[in-house]
């Protein structure tokens, strides 16, 4: 149940607090259910530091909460980071698609501008969280609590890139995304990329070289065109001799 704890509440402002910045004594309530609750643990032998519900109060399920609570923790990032009020987040990329080496850790592109939870696409389909740039939806990315993406919502993406992230590892640390499966540009180390453009060049060197060789190259019907030769009127081949003509016309 440890993935299950309640990360986040907010504060009298409405903001989303993190239990390691909460202050005792203050208010909390449940972003799922907007019951009561107040900060816990954090002790050497107990759980990590997490929001739990009063005691005796009605309390919504953990499992949603788990997951409502990874999605607006990402939006916050992606928030403060718009507002250069905390660090980029990043993105674990998946191996390499040639050799397998794993993959780097990308920072998201300066292109984005926005982000959205729960924002409904054109297709009917609404990612957990969709990072946008210039008005249009770029990148939707999914939360894996319970129930990962099935193959309609996959259908329903399109062209969009996406990305399904657990809902634990977001909790442990919203600032690195770690995808366990992903539609977004494939990647390839550097070895193995400069390894495909020495080929494509070898390739292209070859094709040109071939063309060079068979522009010099004479056309063999050409030859066998000067080779036999017909002259009209003359069977035997003594008569195109010089002078033979020449001496039966005199």
């Not at 643990?41 to 005796?56: E, K, M, Q, T």
């Not at 998201?108 to 609404?126: H, N, T, Y």
């Not at 590892?169 to 400069?194: E, F």
Request: glycine content about 8%; some cysteine; charged content about 25%.
């Amino acid at each position: 149940m440890r993935g299950l704890l309640i990360a986040l509440a907010r504060d009298e402002t409405g903001r989303l607090v993190s239990p390691a910045t909460a202050i005792r004594g203050a208010d909390y309530t449940c972003p799922e259910c907007d019951g009561p609750v107040i900060p816990r643990g954090g002790g050497d032998r107990g759980p990590r530091r997490h929001f739990a519900h009063l005691s005796g109060v009605a309390v919504c399920a953990l499992e949603t909460d788990a997951h409502r609570s990874a999605k607006y923790l990402l939006a916050a990032v992606v928030l403060a980071w718009l507002a250069r009020a905390g660090p980029r987040p990043s993105v674990l990329r998946a191996p390499c698609t040639t050799c397998g080496d794993p993959g780097p850790t990308q920072h998201l592109p300066d292109g984005i501008d926005e982000v959205r939870v729960e924002k409904r696409l054109p297709s009917g389909r609404q990612p957990d969280v969709t990072l946008y740039s210039a008005g249009h939806a770029r990148v939707g990315v999914e939360v894996l609590v319970t129930h990962a993406v099935d193959a309609e919502k996959v259908a329903a993406f399109g062209a969009l890139a996406w990305c399904e992230l657990v809902g634990e590892d977001v909790l442990a640390n919203p600032l690195c995304w770690k995808p366990v499966r992903d539609m977004l540009r494939p990647w390839t180390c550097r070895r193995c990329a400069r390894a495909k453009a020495d080929a494509g060049r070898r390739e292209h060197l070859a094709v040109e070289r071939a063309s060079a060789e068979a522009v010099r190259a004479p056309e063999p019907a050409s030859r066998a065109a000067r080779a036999t030769k017909v002259v009209i009127g003359h069977s035997d081949p003594e008569d195109l001799r010089p002078g033979v003509r020449q001496q039966e016309t005199s």
